[in-house]
C-alpha cells in the first residue's frame, strides 16, 4: 500500500457521483422533509467494477416487475460463476491450504435472511444462502454442513479453484507471507441492493474472502448486519473491504439505523467509515467501501481509501460510479 496520503477532506467529495437527495426516514415515526425526494425510483446498485454486470443482469428482473430478491441473486450470480474473478465463487483465490471457500449472505424485504460460510465446492453460495432463508429454519449454515445442505437441495458438486488461482497461489506459497491485507488486489467482493417497482428492497453479499486467509477465516461478508442489512422500512446497505473491521462496529446495520435517524445513504456510509478509522489506530491495510441505498432509491458510497467505485442502474443509468473516500493514496 501505498506510503504517501493526502487526507480529503470529505465535503469536497461528498457529491461526487451520487444521488444526494436525502430521503431515510420511516415515514410512521418521522415525516418526510420538504427537501426529500420522495418518488420511490427502482434503483440497483453493486460494488465495485463487476457490479456492471450484475446489475445488468439484476435489471432484467427489476424492468420485467421482478422482485428485488431475485435481482439481487441473479445479478451477484453472474459474477460468482465468472471463474476470470478471483475474489468471488469459482476463480476466487483460496485459503493459505488452497481451498477455496465461500460465505454469503441474502436478505429480504421482511428481514428474512438467510447466508452461508466457509462453504466450499459449490458455485453458487448465494443461492444456497437463499435456500438457507427459504428452506430452513434458520439463518445460517457453514462448512460440511451447508455443503450438504447444497447438495441435497439439487446443487452441483463443483471444483472451484481454477488453474489460474492455482497458480498465483502457488506463486504466494513461495514466499507464504500472511498479511491479511486487503487492497485493490485482493478485495472484490460483490455486495448488490435493489429497490423494485413494488417499493421493495433486498440486498446479497458474496465472496471467497480475504486472499490466502488462514483457514476457517470468515469475514463480514456472510454476517447479517455487517456485510449486508435491509430494513424495508428505511433502507439497506453493504460493505467490502476488511471484514474484520467492518463486523467491529457491525457496518451495514449501523448505516440503515443512521438512515433511520434521519441521515442521507450517503451521511450514513460516512459515518460508519468514520467510526471505522476512529476505532483503527493503524489505518495502513484497511481498506472498506459501504454502500447504501434508502426505500426511495437515493444513494449513498464511501470508503477509506480511493478507488472503491460501484455501478448504478436505474430507468435511464447504468454507470460506474467512483465513490467519495477518505484518504488519497
Ligand atoms: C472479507 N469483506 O472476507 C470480505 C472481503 C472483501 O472486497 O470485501 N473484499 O473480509
Known amino acids: 500500500m501505498k506510503t504517501r496520503r493526502n487526507f480529503i477532506k470529505s465535503s469536497a467529495f461528498g457529491a461526487m457521483g451520487v444521488i444526494t437527495t436525502s430521503a431515510c426516514s420511516s415515514e410512521k415515526n418521522n415525516p418526510p422533509r420538504a427537501t426529500e425526494n420522495l418518488v420511490r425510483k427502482p434503483t440497483v446498485i453493486s460494488t465495485w467494477n463487476h457490479g456492471m454486470q450484475s446489475n445488468e443482469a439484476s435489471w432484467k428482473i427489476i424492468e420485467s416487475n421482478g422482485t428485488a430478491l431475485d435481482a439481487v441473486e441473479s445479478g451477484v450470480r453472474v459474477v460468482e460463476s465468472d471463474p476470470t474473478g478471483h475474489s468471488v465463487g469459482i476463480g476466487g483465490a483460496p485459503d493459505r491450504d488452497g481451498k477455496v471457500t465461500l460465505d454469503a449472505c441474502i436478505m429480504n424485504h421482511q428481514n428474512k435472511c438467510g447466508a452461508v460460510a466457509f462453504l466450499e465446492n459449490i458455485e453458487n453460495p448465494v443461492t444456497v444462502a437463499r435456500k438457507v432463508m427459504e428452506e430452513t429454519p434458520h439463518v445460517m449454515l457453514v462448512g460440511e454442513g451447508a455443503y450438504r445442505f447444497a447438495r441435497e437441495q439439487g446443487i452441483p458438486h463443483q471444483n472451484l479453484l481454477t488453474a489460474e488461482s492455482e497458480k498465483m497461489w502457488k506463486e504466494w506459497l ?143 443509468r447504468h454507470e460506474l460510479v467512483d465513490s467519495p473516500f477518505k484518504i488519497s493514496y
Not at 417497482?197 to 483457514?215: D, I
Not at 434521519?262 to 489506530?281: F, L, T, W, Y
Not at 493503524?282 to 449513498?300: P, R, S, T
Open 174 to 316: 513461495k514466499t507464504s507471507q500472511y498479511e491479511p491485507e486487503i487492497n485493490v488486489e485482493n478485495h472484490d467482493t460483490i455486495g448488490a441492493l435493489a429497490l423494485d417497482r413494488f417499493g421493495n428492497l433486498a440486498g446479497a453479499c458474496t465472496t471467497s474472502g480475504m486472499a490466502y486467509k488462514m483457514r476457517g477465516r470468515v469475514g463480514d461478508s456472510p454476517i447479517i448486519g455487517a456485510g449486508l442489512f435491509v430494513d424495508n422500512e428505511v433502507g439497506a446497505a453493504c460493505a467490502t473491504g476488511l471484514g474484520e473491521a467492518i463486523v467491529r462496529v457491525a457496518g451495514s446495520a449501523v448505516a440503515v439505523e443512521l438512515m433511520r435517524a434521519g441521515k442521507s445513504p450517503q451521511d450514513a456510509c460516512e459515518e460508519v467509515i468514520n467510526r471505522i478509522m476512529e476505532k483503527h489506530d493503524d489505518l495502513e491495510n484497511i481498506q472498506v467501501g459501504l454502500l447504501a441505498l434508502d426505500k426511495f432509491g437515493n444513494v449513498g458510497a464511501h470508503s477509506i481509501y480511493e478507488n472503491f467505485n460501484y455501478a448504478l442502474t436505474r430507468q435511464d
